[in-house]
């Protein structure tokens, strides 16, 4: 019995902090499913969805406009980007996760956009700020903008 | 002599740690500082002062480019970006801070002014910044104009 005691504190020492549970606060795994749900949200049309993955103070900072603070601004912004980008589609790769505590995480992306007729359209980087809001995973910050020469 | 060593004592402990050229760990003094000191360096057209306020391992996500990451390439950018616009200065705005502890979000405004007084560009730009080594340091920088394209 000792022997066992003994064998299972090795065992937890020996073990990464994460393994235990301490240092996973979802951030990351919230993240991931959040870039699919933004890019599933944007194939769609569908501004709303989008503006679900905010939180209700949220800041937006999208180039060729000037700061959208709330989801109400954040949707309009949007349906006016959608109906722009005529029907492209995006995919959004998350690269960076950096953890903040518990309940903030930062991120730092990329995203290419492709046009409706199969062409390049654009590609770029962003920086999203994520915090836990009543237990579920929220942007709080997003800006983004090309890479592509002007 | 052992009181005057107490007074010494209550002396340090009572100043505010910048007193003893400490850097201050308030995120607000420190984000304040940093961004005026940005400015100032871009309009003394320094470019060595501006990269100083990043840390080593900092990334700039640059419109119409790639990221550039550490002091050195972010030195080199900036340089590159002062040859491109002489005589533009730049006025910036905190606009929000995020405190975290350890990490700040800023968001701010920038406004570039020519050398004639010209609207050369406007936008908004987000700062992470890192306590490190008792100093608020500029760990990820990223912007976009407000202009139509």
Redesign the interface.
């Known amino acids: 019995m000792r022997r066992a005691g003994l064998i299972l504190c090795a065992t937890l020492i020996a073990m990464p902090s994460g393994a235990l549970g301490q240092a996973d606060s979802g951030a990351e795994a919230a993240i991931n499913e959040g870039a699919v749900a933004w890019q599933t949200g944007w194939n769609s049309g569908d501004a709303a969805a989008i503006t679900a993955l905010y939180s209700a103070e949220a800041i937006v900072l999208a180039p060729g406009a000037e700061a959208a603070e709330g989801q109400e601004a954040i949707q309009a912004g949007l349906a006016v980007a959608l109906e722009m980008a005529g029907g492209s589609t995006m995919e959004i790769t998350p690269g960076e996760i950096i953890p903040v505590g518990m309940d903030h995480a930062i991120e730092v992306g990329s995203f290419v956009e492709t046009g409706a007729d199969g062409s390049h359209k654009d590609h770029g980087k962003y920086l999203a700020v994520w915090a836990k809001v009543d237990g579920s995973w929220k942007i709080v910050r997003d800006i983004w903008n090309s890479s592509m020469p002007q | 002599m052992r009181s005057a060593v107490l007074v010494v004592c209550a002396a340090l402990l009572t100043f505010p740690s910048a007193v003893l050229g400490q850097a201050d760990p308030d995120a607000q003094v420190g984000v304040k500082e940093g961004g005026m000191a940005w400015a100032a360096a871009w309009n003394a057209g320094n470019a060595a002062g501006i990269a100083a306020l990043y840390a080593d391992d900092a ?1 700039l ?7 550039v990451q550490g002091k050195a390439a972010i030195e080199a950018f900036w340089q590159g970006l002062m040859d491109a616009l002489p005589g533009v200065t730049v006025a910036l705005e905190t ?2 801070l ?1 405190n ?2 350890d ?1 700040a ?1 800023e ?1 701010g ?1 920038y406004v570039d002014t020519g050398a004639d007084g010209e609207h050369v560009d406007h ?4 700062v ?1 910044w890192m306590l490190k080594d008792g100093s608020w340091q500029m760990a ?1 920088d ?8």
């Not at chain 2, 996500?61 to 990221?67: E, I």
């Not at chain 2, 990223?142 to 394209?149: E, H, L, T, V």
Request: charge should be positive; proline fraction near 6%; charged fraction near 15%.
């Open positions: 990334m996500l640059p419109p119409q480019g790639d990221a606009k929000d995020h975290l502890g990490v979000v968001v405004s936008g908004k730009y987000l992470v990820r990223i912007w976009n104009s407000s202009m139509g394209q």
